[in-house]
């Protein structure tokens, strides 16, 4: 799940740039730490051994703690588990309504590499904090142009991943029974890769064999991003592992594990089914199958349906002013294509706050249709506002303009229109 992670640079920029405390910060020392950043080259590494070398000169810095927030961010870049552990739980601690989710979830994940229990009874509020953190955001309205199934989606992992963390962190502090509980918990919360590994974990360690074989089969054919091969090679050898010294050969394991793969898909479309009652267009690979709503509540439109035409799709917000620009310019170019019918403009918003969109688009007098983008956006990966895409007769990507050049704006569109229209 993508938490909005903060690079370390951009951090480190922000607070480089700011004032520091009057007569705190000497010029020397200002100095020498912009150029310690400024020759660190967008390294993580190199940026953390020149900001701890300043730190290693400069111990009473009035700077400490904005450096040591940039490091633990650096740190996370760098993959760098002790300095995550050290720079991120001084800052958490200095931070106690930080809910910075990568955080949280990095440092305590970090602590817990080891079974070390007293690394692990460090790790537990940590992990009950980020929990905290998870419900507290998952109650917001969607973020980032997620749809409300997709938002849905997104919080499950969250709560499912935390719960991971608790159970792990309180089993290795010495409570293996508390952490089957709390594994089950994150299962139920979303049947994924990680919950299904937890659950077996803590049922191999009880020795409830049957239970730790079920579930180590689950973690082998759930379907979804497995990452590393050697990971899913380690499933495998458990199960093999476990299933012999219940069944004294691998015998029988191949249907126990077709058997495994059916139960998991089905889990799969069952869940599915319940987020589609939010948000029909989840899970969705095609873009052809998205439907999106009209925001004056009176329908949707399937893509499906423009099949044979060249679609222009123009994704704008509210509170995009070169949109407000741009809109004009590409009402001039729908009447050039005035009596094409084989030509489509459609107006997405992409606002995060629906409540506003109705008011603004009367305010303007628009006399089109308009759309929310249910999820569009993200299916087209729209990383900034204005955008417009634009789709060939057989609904692939034929354009993608980030942006616009004013002056040549008109006739760059026209013109990709019509490349559209000859595929």
Request: contains cysteine; aromatic residues 6%.
């Amino acid at each position: 799940m993508r938490w909005f992670a903060i690079g370390f640079l951009a951090v480190s920029a922000a607070w480089a740039q700011a004032p520091a405390p009057a007569g705190a910060v000497g010029e020397q020392e200002q100095a020498e730490l912009s150029k310690a950043i400024g020759e660190s080259t967008g390294s993580p590494v190199d940026f953390i051994r020149a900001v701890e070398k300043h730190l290693e000169k400069y111990p009473q810095t009035a700077l400490r703690p904005q450096i040591e927030k940039s490091l633990a961010q650096a740190a996370m870049e760098a993959n760098d588990s002790a300095r995550i552990v050290q720079y991120g739980v001084r800052l958490l601690q200095a931070e106690p309504a930080n809910a910075d989710l990568p955080l949280l979830d990095r440092v305590t994940r970090a602590l817990l590499e080891t079974d070390d229990a007293e690394a692990a009874k460090k790790a537990l509020p940590l992990a009950k904090r980020y929990g905290a953190a998870v419900e507290a955001r998952g109650a917001h309205a969607p973020e980032g142009h997620l749809s409300a199934g997709q938002w849905a989606e997104e919080v499950s992992k969250g709560r499912a991943r935390a719960l991971v963390l608790e159970a792990r962190a309180t089993g290795n502090a010495g409570n293996p029974e508390e952490a089957a509980k709390i594994a089950q918990r994150a299962w139920e919360a979303q049947a994924n890769l990680e919950s299904a590994r937890e659950v077996a974990r803590w049922a191999a360690r009880l020795n409830r064999t049957a239970v730790a074989i079920e579930f180590y089969a689950n973690a082998f054919t759930v379907e979804e991003g497995r990452g590393a091969e050697s990971d899913r090679a380690k499933d495998r050898a458990r199960l093999g592992d476990l299933y012999v010294k219940a069944h004294g050969s691998e015998k029988g394991l191949g249907d126990l594990i077709l058997q495994s793969y059916d139960r998991m898909a089905a889990m799969r479309a069952e869940h599915l089914a319940k987020i589609r009652l939010m948000d029909p267009n989840i899970g969705l690979t095609e873009l052809a199958d998205f439907r999106i709503p009209e925001v004056d509540g009176t329908g949707t439109l399937s893509l499906a349906s423009l099949k044979g035409k060249a679609v222009v799709m123009d994704f704008w917000a509210t509170w995009c002013g070169p949109c407000r620009v741009q809109h004009p310019m590409i009402e001039n170019v729908k009447k050039r294509f005035g009596k094409s019918d084989d030509v489509v403009f459609l107006s997405v918003d992409a606002d995060d706050d629906h409540g506003v969109v109705g008011q603004f688009v009367k305010e303007m007098k628009w006399d089109h249709k308009v759309y929310y983008d249910a999820g569009l956006g993200v299916m087209l990966k729209i990383g900034s506002i204005p955008t417009i895409v634009v789709l060939d007769k057989t609904g692939r990507i034929s354009s993608r303009m980030t942006g616009f050049i004013p002056d040549r704006f008109e006739d760059m569109l026209a013109q990709r229109i019509e490349d559209a229209r000859k595929n």
